[in-house]
């Protein structure tokens, strides 16, 4: 059983791109979670999905941050219009919908904006 | 709301000693609580959970955690580290039915001294 896959690992993009970050859940979970890392700090929550709804993206920045869940695919987190700012770590974790409470933790995918 | 606070940001210790990475957190409800580590650029693995009955939890890698609710805590203990153990140390809380998002700590990165 394959755990949560994240690409790409390692992202680069110049301040105005754009950054796509993939995560595909483990097989049979359907809650998805994103979470983001600052250098030498803990995780922050940012959003909470099911297949094809947000169900609290309290932790989301008001602007250029948007995610989704489709029925079919990866969750993917944008962010549009990148800064320096925005460079962290970025971690999806899943759980499955018996056991909602033990989130599995995806390799994370590192972005780095010059 | 909830929060956690990790008092010590460093720990060093011997190979072969003790250790424990305290932990204590605030909430006006009841909590789940966790212990993730994380090793040099991946992600977070699951070493032990809290989620009802017995106080002492035993996890992962000789990892065991005490929960204290008198004093809000939820420290995590090994009687004899190895250099293996080297890695950043989470405490996370999260409430139930509050969506499951979890809370973390700052860390506490665990050095292991040969």
């Known amino acids: 059983n394959a755990g949560v896959m994240q690409n790409p690992r390692h992202l680069v993009r110049r301040r105005g791109q754009e950054a796509r970050l993939r995560c595909s859940p483990m097989?049979?979970?359907?809650?998805v979670y994103w979470y983001r890392q600052l250098p030498e700090e803990g995780l922050k929550f940012m959003v909470y999905?099911?297949?094809?709804?947000?169900?609290?993206e309290s932790g989301m920045p008001k602007e250029r941050f948007s995610a989704e869940f489709p029925k079919e695919g990866p969750s993917i987190l944008r962010i549009q219009q990148v800064v320096r700012g925005d460079s962290a770590a970025y971690f999806c974790?899943?759980?499955?919908?018996?056991?909602?409470?033990?989130?599995?933790f995806g390799p994370g995918t590192r972005l780095l904006v010059l | 709301a909830q929060s956690v606070t990790q008092l010590d940001s460093q720990v060093p210790v011997f190979e072969e000693a003790p250790v424990e990475l305290r932990c204590n957190y605030s909430?006006?409800?009841?909590?789940?609580l966790f212990w993730y580590v994380q090793y040099p650029n991946q992600g977070l693995q699951l070493l032990l959970k809290?989620?009802?009955?017995?106080?002492l939890v035993k996890g992962i890698n000789g990892f065991e955690a005490e929960f204290n609710k008198s004093q809000t805590s939820f420290h995590l203990r090994k009687p004899s580290v190895h250099i293996s153990d080297t890695a950043e140390y989470f405490c996370?809380?999260?409430?139930?039915?509050?969506?499951?998002?979890?809370?973390f700590g700052t860390g506490t990165r665990l050095t292991i001294i040969p």
């Open positions: 097989k049979g979970h359907s809650h």
């Open positions: 809290y989620l009802s009955g017995s106080t």
């Open positions: 999905l099911q297949k094809e709804n947000i169900i609290d």
């Open positions: 909430s006006s409800v009841s909590v789940y």
């Open positions: 974790a899943s759980s499955p919908p018996e056991l909602v409470v033990t989130q599995y």
């Open positions: 996370a809380v999260s409430a139930p039915f509050g969506n499951e998002k979890l809370t």
